[in-house]
């Protein structure tokens, strides 16, 4: 079991949370000008890296309130929380 750090509580076990997904995807500028295929990309298609990622999680059993994370998917580990209208920190 580890914590993780809500960005607007604090740290909380992560049973309490849930996963959202790649964070920073955004929205089509212009939906209706995209193919079939570019819709399917936009909404199937995901990054799927080794190492550090942006995701969206979510603290369903807290305060409910969405922020993104800086997660290593290899070992679990979190090295940043914020919230959703901050920048994405550096991760070098
Ligand atoms: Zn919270």
Not at 8 to 21: A, L, N
Not at 47 to 61: C, I, K, M, T, Y
Request: hydrophobic fraction near 30%; charge should be negative; proline fraction near 7%.
């Amino acid at each position: 079991m580890q914590l993780i750090q809500c960005p607007y509580c604090g740290p909380r076990e992560e049973v309490e949370f849930h996963y959202g997904g790649e964070a920073h995807v955004k929205y089509p500028e212009d939906p209706s000008a995209l193919s079939d295929e570019e819709w399917a990309r936009y909404v199937f298609f995901r990054d799927n890296p080794r190492g550090l990622f942006a995701e969206q999680w979510v603290h369903s059993l807290g305060c409910r309130r969405w922020f993104n994370a800086i997660r290593d998917t290899v070992t679990y580990r979190f090295h940043h929380v914020y919230r959703v209208d901050e920048t994405k920190p550096e991760t070098t």
